[in-house]
Nanobody
Framework: QVQLVESGGGLVQPGGSLRLSCAAS????????MNWYRQAPGKEREFVAR???????RYADSVKGRFTISSDNAKKTAYLQMNNLKPEDTAVYYC?????WGQGTQVTVSS
């Protein structure tokens, strides 16, 4: 069993920044791939960013150049640095490893 706990969400004005964290615990020895997804009200969950063990990353086109995913394997923690936030970034953000999901953290971008 693997537990994922997200934190760092909140209310921010357009153009602002937030840093999300995802801490993994439980029966997991190493993390090969960690993902961030998000789900806005009334919309399907969508891919945001991915990081591989070697450090390679992938991003959704909508966040490229604004979001940065990173990880600390020793701490089994992933981060999502979100800059220049826009109202359309408002969503619940979820961390994902294999079949496991966190409970999500709310990000609201509004003036």
């Amino acid at each position: 069993q693997v537990q994922l706990v997200e934190s760092g969400g909140g209310l921010v004005q357009p153009g602002g920044s937030l840093r999300l964290s995802c801490a993994a615990s439980g029966s997991i020895r190493s993390i090969n791939v960690m993902n961030w997804y998000r789900q806005a009200p009334g919309k399907e969950r969508e891919f945001v960013a991915r990081i591989f063990t070697g450090g390679a990353t992938r991003y959704a086109d909508s966040v490229k150049g604004r979001f940065t995913i990173s990880s600390d394997n020793a701490k089994k923690t992933a981060y999502l640095q979100m800059n220049n936030l826009k109202p359309e970034d408002t969503a619940v953000y979820y961390c994902n490893i294999e079949a496991y999901w966190g409970q999500g953290t709310q990000v609201t971008v509004s003036s």
